[in-house]
């Protein structure tokens, strides 16, 4: 049932994109369509209003603004059959090291209240694997392309990143400084604002694409890791990464994830990774991707009113692999309702009479 | 595979907690293999996330055969127990409620391959624990049509585990029980009448195709190499999705590297024994 839908923009973009090659990294499209645009613009007499959904992050232009989270959503492939990908914003594609990794010992998840831990441990196929075997596919489609990727030091960041350059279809990198479940692993980086801007350096310097930097929510004030990713030259924040939480087993008393603690997801994490989003939109300046427990479009809207530019729907691809598409429906439907472009929503929050933060 | 919103024909209560839960989904029926598995949704829960996966145990037309004609395939039947939070709220199903349904999973007991090497076997050796009887039932059906021998070795905490008997007493020459308390066939653990059976006849060729807690698959394995017969087991996990993205339900396999663990959903569910690296964290305990 895979529906291709327009194959041929994404391959034109492709062509302008080779012509201006970094460091230009305006994507041609934005220019048509750009989202700053004032609110009146497009009315339509009979219909009424058609609100614009469309996102600009870090020079990638966004035909709306639900990505697909990393780790969650394989390869793009994996659902080709079940919703259109080219429906969604983008895809961000599961963790990529320079060498393939095998991953954590099972057992690797356990379903906890209103959400689920897991302790996966980047189990990838490689830099290399990932350009020859699962770029190609999501090079056909419209969808824009962000790779997450992922080290053990600044040079494994550095070096996936170097590889990944050869790649045809990448629209950005997202940097992941906060995986809760690798020894020694990414979330070392997201805790010590130094190491932050070190690594964010070095792989800015390294990138040939934007680079989003995906922030870890546990830390004691993320607005100082924010500001340490945005100094380092950061493009863009998805915040934030899983929670690290546990579960037991009362009746051996062993953990009920082998790694012990891993990484809590889904709409229990939603009021606490809001509030952070709030808080960094305040704190910096570059373009923040809302993420954490988005199952609808009521969701996401929470995120982009608290400041997001645009949202990633995570858990819920596991058990809904709709949900993206209808929370594209829902926020268009919003903006319809309320007679408002989604840029004008981004960072709209009203606190009346409060200090907020 | 098709993800679809269907309805609850029946939900029938089993002795031991257990339940025969019928749906209605023609299209997912009608693809499935023996030894695939469906994904369940609650719907309209956001306490409870994650699908749960099961056995497909029967496919079904809605009315039996009359005449000559045979009905086409639309009820899809999973047997499951309750054993946490998701059960316990599937058992309170009525026939016209609806539920997320993703199914058929996995590639089953590998179609032709599993047939032929029925086929070079003296007989078929279905070993069952507990729930494991669930994903045994369709290979058998498929394995009766093939004229192939079949022999069935069940074991449970009590008799009250021992469900779907009737189901299997048609297709195998044997039926050997076990319960842990006694009160049903051997006292103990299947694989003692297992053991006994394989030492009686040493000089036959076994096809075991086996399904149940871990202790369990684990003994199997250990004599299926000792006697040297060829071993299928379908293993059982946790899993996120069923899709075989979120590497939730991963076991260690015979590999290396990225190689080194498989998706029970995806590369599985059903596994060469020699193929599975045998370690004790390799499942959960149930």
Known sequence: ?357 | MYDETVAVVENRPLTGGHFLLSVHSPRQAQATRPGQFAMVRLLGRSDVLLRRPMSIYDVKPVRPKVGGQRPPLQIIQLLYKIVGRGTRLMAGLMPGDKVGLLAPLGHGFFAEEYLSEAQKADEVLHVAGGIGIAALLLPAKDLARAGIRQRLLFGGRTKDDLVALDEFKPLVSSMTLATENGSRGHRGYVTQPLEAFLERNRNKKYLMMVCGPWPMLDASVKLAAKFGHRCLLSMENRMGCGLGVCLGCCIRVDGTGHGAYQRVCTEGPVFWSEKVIWEKENLPKT
Request: with cysteine; glycine share 8%; proline share 6%.
């Open chain 1, 1 to 357: 049932m895979a529906k291709v839908k327009s194959q041929k923009s994404k391959a034109e973009n492709r062509k302008s994109k080779v012509e201006t090659q970094s460091p230009i990294r305006v994507n041609p499209k934005s220019k048509i369509t750009n989202p700053k645009s004032p609110k009146s613009s497009v009315k339509s007499a009979d219909s009424g209003f058609v609100p614009r959904v469309d996102t600009l992050i870090a020079g990638v232009h966004f035909d709306n603004p639900v990505l697909t989270a990393s780790g969650t959503f394989g390869y793009g492939r994996e659902f080709a059959h079940l919703i259109d990908l080219n429906l969604l914003g983008g895809i961000v594609v599961k963790g990529i090291s320079a060498e393939p990794m095998p991953g954590n010992r099972p057992p690797r998840i356990y379903e906890t209240e209103s959400g689920m831990l897991n302790a996966i441990g980047l189990q990838n196929v490689g830099a290399r694997k990932f350009l020859d075997e699962k770029l190609p596919f999501l090079r056909t489609l419209s969808t824009r392309c962000v790779v997450n990727v992922f080290g053990y030091s600044t040079e494994d960041y550095v070096r996936a990143i170097e590889i990944l350059n050869a790649g045809e279809g990448i629209d950005a990198y997202e940097l992941n400084i906060s995986c809760p479940n690798t020894r020694c692993g990414g979330m070392v980086y997201g805790n010590d604002p130094k190491l932050t801007e070190e690594v964010v350096a070095a792989a800015k310097r390294a990138a040939r694409f934007p680079l989003f930097v995906k922030l870890s929510p546990n830390v004691t004030d993320i607005t100082v890791l924010a500001r340490a990713a945005e100094a380092a030259g950061a493009d863009a924040l998805t915040m934030v990464n899983t929670f690290v939480g546990m579960a037991i087993d009362i009746e051996t008393r062993t953990p009920r994830v082998s790694n012990v603690t891993a990484g809590l997801s889904g709409p229990a994490i939603k009021p606490v990774a809001l509030r952070m989003v709030y808080q960094v939109a305040r704190a910096v300046k570059i373009p923040i991707v809302g993420i954490g427990g988005i199952a609808t479009a009521e969701d996401a809207l929470e995120y982009i009113i608290a400041g997001a530019r645009a949202v990633q729907v995570g858990t819920a691809n596991f058990y809904a692999p709709e949900t993206s598409l209808r929370v594209v429906e829902g926020i268009r439907e919003f903006c319809r309702r309320k007679l408002t472009h989604l840029s004008d929503l981004v960072g709209s929050l009203r606190v009346p009479n409060g200090p907020g933060s």
